[in-house]
């Protein structure tokens, strides 16, 4: 099992930027891919980004196309989600993930999620 700690959620203003990090931890990790998901309140949970750990290969949700970029650091296990142009309707508990398997179809671990909130 791999566990997931996420930081960097906060308070923001409409236009501004924030970046989110994810530490991965466990006894093996090597995850095929990693990925960022969030959660609105009274909505389902969304895809936001995913990359391809051992290529670096990057994959997007439309909704937020454009606008945020996914990395990461093999040397410290660390997945970033660099978001910009922030809109009032990016507010939502995001969270990092990881698939067990190959596919996001699988079993899943999950973080604790962090706090986004950006007002207009």
């Known amino acids: 099992q791999v566990q997931l700690v996420e930081s960097g959620g906060r308070l923001v203003q409409a236009g501004e930027s924030l970046r989110l990090s994810c530490v991965a931890s466990g006894r093996t990790f090597s995850p095929y891919t990693m990925g960022w998901f969030r959660e609105a309140p009274g909505k389902e949970r969304e895809f936001v980004a995913g990359i391809v750990w051992s290529s670096g290969r990057t994959y997007y949700g439309d909704s937020v196309k454009g606008r945020v970029t996914i990395s990461g650091d093999n040397a410290t296990n660390t997945v970033y989600l660099q978001m910009s142009s922030l809109k009032p309707e990016d507010t939502a508990v995001y969270y990092c993930?990881?698939?067990?398997?190959?596919?996001?179809?699988?079993?899943?671990?999950w973080g604790q999620g962090t706090q986004v909130t950006v007002s207009s």
């Open positions: 993930a990881a698939p067990s398997g190959s596919s996001w179809k699988g079993v899943v671990d």
